[in-house]
């Protein structure tokens, strides 16, 4: 059973930057797409940026030139880097990953902009 455990989160001010972190436990095949997610209160879960087993990303135009995601296959572990960020980042940001029809998700990590 692959479970996966968000790290990472936590206050910084604005313009500051964190690094989230995504554990995979268990065997994770190719090919998949990784991604992260977050949830603002009163507002709907959004995509913030995908990457794919071959290293093709994506990006939400909100995080574009600001948010950098990679992944390390043989640790099995995804990241998200975020810089520059602002106070409407503010979120609960969740790692998903798809693989072999199983849609998986963490159970989040808080990120917090503010002064």
């Known amino acids: 059973q692959v479970q996966l455990v968000e790290s990472g989160g936590g206050l910084v001010q604005p313009g500051g930057s964190l690094r989230l972190s995504c554990a995979a436990s268990?065997?994770?095949?190719?090919?998949?797409?990784m991604g992260w997610y977050r949830q603002a209160p009163g507002k709907q879960r959004e995509l913030v940026a995908t990457?794919?087993?071959?290293?093709?990303?994506n990006y939400a135009d909100s995080v574009v030139g600001r948010f950098t995601i990679s992944r390390d296959n043989a640790k099995n572990t995804g990241y998200l880097q975020m810089n520059s960020l602002k106070p409407e980042d503010t979120a609960v940001y969740y790692c998903?990953?798809?693989?072999?029809?199983?849609?998986?998700w963490g159970q989040g990590t808080q990120v917090t902009v503010s002064s």
């Open positions: 998903n990953l798809k693989f072999l029809g199983r849609d998986l």
């Open positions: 990457i794919t087993s071959r290293g093709s990303t």
């Open positions: 268990g065997s994770i095949f190719s090919p998949y797409l």
